[in-house]
């Protein structure tokens, strides 16, 4: 099985920063894809930003420039760099990994998700 745990959400200003992290941990024997989404109240789960393997990266519209994602193959970690935060990016963001555990075992996991709110 595959845990991944964030941390790093809170409560910020409008125009504030924050880093998530998320690291992933069990047996894995690769890691393709990493990424974030968010879930505001009353709302579907959205994607934010997510990274390949070969460090590739994908956002959405409403973060293009704010937002940056970044991963640490080596420690099996993604983060997200958000600036210039706004109140309707107050959510809670969950982070997801898709891979191998085995040659034949694929896996595609969530965490927990870590709460953002943007107010002031």
């Known amino acids: 099985q595959v845990q991944l745990v964030e941390s790093g959400g809170g409560l910020v200003q409008p125009g504030g920063s924050l880093r998530l992290s998320c690291a992933a941990s069990?047996?894995?024997?690769?890691?393709?894809?990493m990424g974030w989404y968010r879930q505001a109240p009353g709302k579907q789960r959205e994607l934010v930003a997510t990274?390949?393997?070969?460090?590739?990266?994908n956002y959405a519209d409403g973060v293009k420039g704010r937002f940056s994602i970044s991963r640490d193959n080596a420690k099996n970690t993604v983060y997200l760099q958000m600036n210039s935060l706004k109140p309707e990016d107050t959510a809670v963001y969950y982070c997801?990994?898709?891979?191998?555990?085995?040659?034949?075992?694929?896996?595609?996991?969530w965490g927990q998700g870590t709460q953002v709110t943007v107010s002031s």
């Open positions: 990274i390949a393997s070969d460090g590739a990266t």
């Open positions: 997801n990994a898709d891979g191998q555990l085995t040659y034949y075992t694929p896996f595609d996991s």
């Open positions: 069990g047996s894995i024997l690769s890691i393709y894809g």
